[in-house]
T-cell receptor, first 116, second 111 residues
Framework: NAGVTQTPKFRILKIGQSMTLQCAQD?????MYWYRQDPGMGLKLIYY???????DKGEVPNGYNVSRSTTEDFPLRLELAAPSQTSVYFC???????????????FGEGSWLTVV | KQEVTQIPAALSVPEGENLVLNCSFT??????LQWFRQDPGKGLTSLLL?????REQTSGRLNASLDKSSGRSTLYIAASQPGDSATYLC??????????FGTGTRLQVTL
């Protein structure tokens, strides 16, 4: 049971480069999320998805793009990387029923990104 | 906008002590509240989830309470152990099923 799998674990980017962080879950969860965590700060929501084909912005979406072509996958793309995007990125997934009550959210192990 | 605050930011206790971590939130319109543990360089592990209709949840030495009307939750850790050393985060699930996190309490349990 893999849960939520993120790749890569570590990456160094040069300013202006682009890259995609991959995220996959095998729990048939409808909701998926991307968060970033800066040192000493809480997690900030970048983008989220409530199901395949549906995505929406979170609190800090600028500089990022997402897609959700399947239930399992939710890649995060960084276009024109900037030093301000140096952070730890976490993908997560959860199941929400029709009544709106949620179940436990599961996190990947994180992707450490440095932009130099 | 929902805001989640955790007090204290850091806590150091000797092994064996009971302790309480606090979490407060500004908007009581939540679906649930979760407590997470984060070890250095690792992801988050869910400890307890309390639905909005519940008052508390227990798992082993952990007990979490929720007072939705006052916007407060506490995480009680009994008989603390060095292995409990980690950062503890609370998060509330609100409208559009989005989670809002606190900044965490860094706990160190000393021998």
């Amino acid at each position: 049971n893999a849960g939520v799998t993120q790749t890569p674990k570590f990456r160094i980017l040069k300013i202006g480069q682009s890259m995609t962080l991959q995220c996959a879950q095998d729990m048939n969860h409808n909701y998926m999320y991307w968060y970033r965590q800066d040192p000493g700060m809480g997690l900030k929501l970048i983008y989220y998805s409530v199901g395949a084909g549906i995505t929406d912005k979170g609190e800090v979406p600028n500089g990022y793009n997402v897609s959700r072509s399947t239930t399992e996958d939710f890649p995060l793309r960084l276009e024109l990387a900037a030093p301000s995007q140096t952070s730890v990125y976490f993908c997560a997934s959860s199941y929400f029923g029709q009544e709106g009550s949620g179940n436990t959210i599961y996190f990947g192990e994180g992707s450490w990104l440095t932009v130099v | 906008k929902q805001e989640v605050t955790q007090i204290p930011a850091a806590l150091s206790v000797p092994e064996g002590e009971n302790l309480v971590l606090n979490c407060s939130f500004t908007d009581s319109a939540i679906y649930n509240l979760q407590w997470f543990r984060q070890d250095p360089g690792k992801g988050l592990t869910s400890l307890l989830l309390i639905q909005s209709s519940q008052r508390e949840q227990t798992s082993g030495r952990l007990n979490a309470s929720l007072d939705k009307s006052s916007g407060r939750s506490t995480l009680y850790i009994a008989a603390s152990q060095p292995g409990d050393s980690a950062t503890y985060l609370c998060a509330v699930t609100g409208t559009a099923s989005k989670l809002t996190f606190g900044t965490g309490t860094r706990l160190q349990v000393t021998l």
